[in-house]
Each structure stands twice: as C-alpha cells, then as structure tokens.
C-alpha cells in the first residue's frame, strides 16, 4: 500500500479518468457489453433456461472493467463463464460481500434490523481514500438494470421465495 503522500500523488493522477466527462465518454463501451449481456440472457430466454442472475451480473461487469482498464475484455459473457483471472479476482474480494447479502434489510418490514444505523452503511467508504469508481459504478449499476427490466420480465423462481436470509438458489426465469 502507497504511503499517504505517494497515495494522494497517485489518486490524483488516476482522478481525471473517473470525471464525469471521462465517462461519458466511455458510454459506449459499458453500452456494448449490456448488449452483449442482454442478448445472451435472450438467448437462454428463448431456451426457457432458468437463471442465477448474480453470476450474469458479475460476467457484465467484469467485461466492463477489463475493457475499461485493460483494452480488452475478459470474455465472461462470450464464454458464458469466469475467466480464470477474473474468478481469482472475485472469490478473492468479493465472496465475503455476499455471505452479509441481507436485501431485507432495507425493507423497513422486518423488526429485527429496526435499531440498525443504515446511515453507518458506507460500501464506497469515505475520506481520501474513499472509491473513486463510485460514479463508475452507479452509472454501470443503473444501465445494467434500466436496460435489463426494460428488455425483459422476470419471475422469481419458487425455490427462491423464503425470506431472502434463508439460503436459497437465487434463480429467475426471463420471459
Ligand atoms: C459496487 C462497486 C464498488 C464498491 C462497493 C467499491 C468499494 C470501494 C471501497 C470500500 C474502497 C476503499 C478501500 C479502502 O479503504 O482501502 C474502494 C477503493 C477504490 N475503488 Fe472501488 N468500489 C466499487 C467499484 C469500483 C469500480 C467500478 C472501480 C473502477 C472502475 C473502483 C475503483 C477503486 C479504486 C481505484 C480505489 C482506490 C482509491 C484510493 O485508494 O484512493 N471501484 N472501492
């Protein structure tokens, strides 16, 4: 990890290519990796295949990313799997994130997380060391799902209807 001066050094010179101007300008190529996202979901669509949309999440977001940082893409979604690099990367990062996947606890339905502080609640963190791909990701976030609800309707699958702490098989069939 950078000291604090080579940090600040290092976050400035990264800074430019996070502005909003600089991700307009890469619209595009977050554009063609949903496509290329929805298409396959299309095509196990029409195949009547059901889902974990989870993995088809992290596929289209990590396509993204290796477009954006690396010029080229990993190729989860041609591949309809991990590349090797990219499974390392996610089950290194990420598995713990979603052990503590608890969506209900937004829900303000149930009592058990009433005394929760949500305001406490910060995934990007906060201060000079804070995310700078907080836009990035939003802007990723929001496409991906404007375009996914606007392309297809959804049914969760019965298996898939306790209460979302339960474990279950997170399984949607798009029609
Ligand atoms: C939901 C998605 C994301 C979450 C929850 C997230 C969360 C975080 C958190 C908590 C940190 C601070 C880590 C620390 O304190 O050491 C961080 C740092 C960082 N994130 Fe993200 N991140 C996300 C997406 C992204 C994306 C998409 C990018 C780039 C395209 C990105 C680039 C970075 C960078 C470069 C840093 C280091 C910043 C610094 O050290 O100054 N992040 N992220």
Not at 37 to 52: I, P, R, V
Not at 76 to 92: E, R
């Given at each position: 990890m950078a000291d604090t001066e080579n940090h600040a050094r290092l976050r400035k010179a990264m800074s430019p290519a996070f502005s909003p101007r600089a991700l307009a300008s890469q619209?595009?190529?977050?554009?063609?990796?949903?496509?290329?996202?929805?298409?396959?979901?299309?095509?196990?669509?029409?195949?009547?295949?059901?889902?974990?949309?989870?993995?088809?999440?992290?596929?289209?977001?990590?396509?993204?990313?290796?477009?954006?940082?690396?010029?080229?893409?990993?190729?989860?979604?041609?591949?309809?799997?991990?590349?090797?690099?990219?499974?390392?990367?996610?089950?290194?990062?990420?598995?713990?994130?979603?052990?503590?996947?608890l969506p209900e606890r937004w829900l303000e339905e149930d009592p058990q997380f009433a005394t929760d502080v949500k305001e406490a609640f910060q995934p990007f963190s906060v201060g000079p060391q804070s995310c700078v791909g907080k836009k990035f990701a939003y802007d990723s976030m929001n496409i991906i799902l404007a375009r996914t609800l606007w392309r297809f309707d959804m049914k969760l699958e019965s298996a898939c209807k306790e209460k979302y702490s339960q474990p279950q098989v997170p399984y949607v069939s798009i029609h």
């Open positions: 619209e595009p190529i977050l554009q063609h990796n949903v496509e290329l996202y929805l298409n396959k979901l299309q095509d196990h669509a029409t195949n009547g295949l059901q889902l974990d949309l989870r993995l088809w999440y992290n596929y289209v977001t990590l396509d993204m990313i290796g477009d954006l940082a690396f010029g080229e893409s990993f190729g989860c979604l041609d591949s309809s799997g991990f590349h090797a690099w990219a499974q390392f990367v996610t089950v290194v990062n990420f598995s713990h994130w979603s052990a503590d996947f």
